[in-house]
């Protein structure tokens, strides 16, 4: 089992809340991603890092941002939350090369009322 | 930009039926790789396809990879319950500041007992 958490699981939060999703890994791994996913849906990713201080946009424009100030650490951040904000968030890391698989945690499912 | 299409969308098959998935790409991969999501779960990592016309198995899941290796398909043979969930394919796509996976958007087994 890969070791990459990420809490909470499940977040229920009221319109214009600000909302951290922790993301953790201790495989080292440079690669870090953050996918939104609807159930039952495709993976859009919306985030990536390939290291320390490095982050990017990914192809689904998304209003939360993210940090990347620790190799295992890589939260994501909602500065206000909205119910179109209302899905699975599920985070990802990978080793350096593009035939690395990449290794899921169990995702954060919020709910924004 | 590259896209990774996977057809159908949905598949139901009654228990004991074979079932297959497909994966195109609109340009050649260097690799392939697939994933499966149970429901309620998160993606985890099946195999990864290399060489052009490369097959491989896993006890009744068996992966191709297209002469071209712009195509793939996995195929289940002789279903069973426990076979349910979305399964994905992924290629690299190459931006500027490294690669990245793009997933196809899935093709949801349910399975009737």
């Known amino acids: 089992e890969a070791d990459i958490y990420q809490t909470p699981r499940y977040l229920v939060i009221g319109t214009g809340k600000k909302i951290t999703l922790e993301c953790s890994q201790t495989?080292?791994?440079?690669?870090m991603y953050w996918y939104q996913q609807d159930p039952g849906m495709e993976l859009h990713l919306i985030h990536y890092s390939y290291g320390v201080n490095s982050t990017e946009k990914g192809d689904l424009s998304s209003e939360s941002t993210v940090s990347r100030i620790r190799t295992e650490h890589f939260p994501l951040t909602l500065e206000s939350a909205r119910p179109s904000h209302t899905s699975q968030y599920l985070c990802?890391?990978?080793?350096?090369?593009?035939?690395?698989?990449?290794?899921f945690g169990p995702g954060t499912r919020l709910t924004v009322l | 930009g590259q896209q990774v299409m996977q057809i159908p969308q949905y598949q139901h098959v009654q228990e004991g039926e074979d079932f297959t998935t497909y994966c195109n790409s609109s340009?050649?991969?260097?690799?392939i790789q697939w994933y499966k999501q149970r429901p309620g779960g998160h993606p985890v990592f099946l195999i990864q396809?290399?060489?052009?016309?490369e097959v491989k198995k896993q006890k009744r899941l068996t992966f191709q990879f297209g002469e071209a290796k712009k195509n793939s398909s996995l195929h289940i043979t002789a279903t069973q319950t426990t076979d349910v969930g979305t399964y994905f394919c992924a290629g690299p796509r190459w931006k500027t500041s490294g690669s990245r996976l793009t997933f196809g958007e899935g093709t949801q087994l349910t399975v009737n007992p």
């Open positions: 495989m080292g791994h440079d690669k």
């Open positions: 396809l290399v060489k052009s016309g």
């Open positions: 340009t050649t991969l260097s690799n």
């Open positions: 990802a890391s990978s080793l350096p090369r593009d035939s690395n698989e990449q290794f």
